[in-house]
């Protein structure tokens, strides 16, 4: 079926107690359930949907989307672990089933796994595969230091975090090197600093060329990036700032002077900001 995984914009050929049937180019039809109906369509309408099959194994369609369509990679949420796979949450009704041979670790419920959407050609139904380096490549040569890239941070090891880049190629962000939050699943700019020999990338967040600072100097320009001011200054009691920095108020003095050194923020009566210029 060559709708099976994407968007598609179908016609309506007939209603019946249980919905309306939409028109494949197959020539065959596809249910969408009364519940994804509005009551006004008629006979020819064309409706926006996602075709996969429901927990007898049938074609359905349906007008919510995935967190992934076919062929794509995504962070998704084990819910449930059996004895022949995982069952994880990609936003639709039915979970989608990692089967245990595609499995690259033993996973746990409550935990997120980088899994890609495909068709499993014995059952004719989609899958998750968590063997995700089956799909990844060596990084090309003309990939270069401070190159920007799109990655998908989508695990934590002890050396730092691991991405996927351009979903086709494996990066690490070394964790001594990232001074500001960042999620499992969370998708990002992030640049190259190295292209190593085995053809995975060493990463960074900061743009080649800026300035790289003391790690409690770091946090702070991210909460200021973020947030555009921080409501702490030297009057600031020691609780308060280690409840919003997680640092002694000697630490934070000292990041604030370096910062102010290098003409980064400015300091206000009530707080700091970015400064304009920087």
Same mark, same amino acid.
């Given at each position: 079926?060559?709708?099976?995984?994407?968007?598609?914009?179908?016609?309506?050929?007939?209603?019946?107690?249980?919905?309306?049937?939409?028109?494949?180019s197959?020539?065959?039809?596809?249910?969408?359930?009364?519940?994804?109906?509005?009551?006004?369509?008629?006979?020819?309408?064309?409706?926006?949907?996602?075709?996969?099959?429901d927990?007898?194994?049938?074609?359905?369609?349906?007008?919510?989307?995935?967190?992934?369509?076919?062929?794509?990679?995504?962070?998704?949420?084990?819910?449930?672990?059996?004895?022949?796979?995982?069952?994880?949450d990609?936003?639709?009704p039915?979970?989608?089933?990692?089967?245990?041979?595609?499995?690259?670790?033993?996973?746990?419920?409550?935990?997120?796994?980088?899994?890609?959407?495909?068709?499993?050609h014995?059952?004719?139904?989609?899958?998750?595969?968590?063997?995700?380096?089956?799909?990844?490549?060596?990084?090309?040569?003309?990939?270069? $230091?401070?190159?920007?890239?799109?990655?998908l941070?989508?695990?934590?090891?002890?050396?730092?975090?691991?991405?996927?880049?351009?979903?086709?190629?494996?990066?690490?962000?070394?964790?001594?090197?990232?001074?500001?939050?960042?999620?499992?699943?969370?998708?990002?700019?992030?640049?190259?600093?190295?292209?190593?020999?085995?053809?995975?990338?060493?990463?960074?967040?900061l743009?080649?060329?800026?300035?790289?600072?003391?790690?409690?100097?770091?946090?702070?320009?991210? =909460?200021? $990036?973020?947030?555009?001011?921080?409501?702490?200054?030297?009057?600031?009691?020691?609780?308060?700032?280690?409840?919003?920095?997680?640092?002694?108020?000697?630490?934070?003095?000292?990041?604030?002077?370096?910062?102010?050194?290098?003409?980064? =923020?400015?300091?206000?009566?009530?707080? =700091?900001?970015?400064?304009?210029?920087?």
């Open positions: 079926m060559k709708e099976l995984g994407i968007i598609s914009t179908l016609p309506i050929n007939r209603f019946t107690d249980f919905g309306a049937y939409l028109a494949l197959s020539g065959e039809e596809v249910l969408l359930p009364k519940g994804y109906l509005t009551g006004e369509e008629k006979e020819g309408d064309l409706k926006e949907v996602f075709v996969y099959t927990s007898e194994d049938r074609p359905v369609a349906v007008t919510q989307m995935p967190l992934a369509f076919l062929d794509e990679f995504a962070v998704l949420e084990a819910k449930e672990v059996t004895d022949f796979g995982a069952f994880m990609w936003g639709l039915k979970d989608l089933l990692v089967p245990k041979a595609e499995m690259g670790k033993n996973m746990i419920p409550g935990e997120k796994y980088l899994v890609k959407i495909c068709v499993d014995r059952t004719n139904r989609l899958i998750g595969v968590n063997k995700y380096r089956d799909f990844i490549f060596d990084a090309p040569i003309e990939f270069s $230091e401070g190159m920007e890239v799109t990655g941070i989508f695990e934590e090891t002890d050396l730092g975090y691991k991405v996927l880049v351009e979903n086709e190629f494996e990066g690490l962000l070394f964790k001594n090197e990232v001074f500001q939050p960042i999620q499992i699943g969370e998708k990002r700019s992030v640049f190259i600093k190295k292209r190593r020999d085995d053809g995975k990338l060493d990463l960074q967040l743009a080649p060329g800026r300035e790289k600072y003391d790690e409690g100097s770091e946090k702070i320009l991210a =909460i200021l $990036e973020e947030k555009g001011f921080l409501p702490l200054h030297d009057k600031s009691s020691p609780d308060e700032i280690q409840s919003m920095l997680g640092m002694s108020k000697k630490h934070f003095k000292q990041c604030i002077g370096q910062l102010y050194r290098a003409r980064k =923020i400015q300091l206000l009566p009530d707080g =700091i900001s970015l400064n304009a210029a920087s």
